[in-house]
C-alpha cells in the first residue's frame, strides 16, 4: 500500500501557473505508472498526465505543450507542472499510482486537489 497526498493546488488567473506535487508514503521507485487525473463538476474523472517507471510521459491532447509531469525518486514525488491555464483546466486534479506485484494490480489515489482557473 502506499498513500498519497497531493499539494499545491489553489486559485490563479487564466494565462497563469501552478505546480501540484504528490507525496508518497514510501518509494515509487517500483509503481510502475504514477500520474494525474482531473475530475469537473458534472463531467467524468479523465487522464491529465502519467509517467512510466522508465520515465516517459503521456499527456492528454488537451494539456499537451501546456503541462509537464515529473517524478522525483530520490524524494518521492510526482509533480504536474501546469502552465498557461484556462478556465477549463478548472477541477479536482487527483494523483494516482498503479503497481504490478506478480499476477496482482494495485491502484492508489489521492484525495484531490482543487485548481480553479479565473479572472
Known amino acids: 500500500q502506499v498513500q498519497l497526498v497531493e499539494s499545491g493546488g489553489g486559485l490563479v488567473q487564466p494565462g497563469g501557473s501552478l505546480r501540484l506535487s504528490c507525496a508518497a508514503s514510501?518509494?515509487?521507485?517500483?509503481?510502475?505508472?504514477m500520474g494525474w487525473y482531473r475530475q469537473a463538476p458534472g463531467k467524468p474523472r479523465e487522464m491529465v498526465a502519467t509517467?512510466?517507471?522508465?520515465?516517459?510521459?503521456n499527456l492528454a491532447d488537451s494539456v499537451k505543450g501546456r503541462f509537464t509531469i515529473s517524478r522525483d525518486i530520490a524524494e518521492n514525488t510526482v509533480a504536474l507542472q501546469m502552465n498557461s491555464l484556462k478556465p477549463e483546466d478548472t477541477a479536482v486534479y487527483y494523483c494516482?499510482?498503479?503497481?504490478?506485484?506478480?499476477?496482482?494490480?494495485?491502484?492508489?489515489w489521492g484525495q484531490g486537489t482543487q485548481v480553479t482557473v479565473s479572472s
Open positions: 494516482t499510482g498503479r503497481e504490478v506485484i506478480g499476477l496482482d494490480q494495485y491502484e492508489y
Open positions: 514510501r518509494s515509487i521507485s517500483n509503481i510502475n505508472v
Open positions: 509517467i512510466t517507471r522508465r520515465d516517459s510521459p
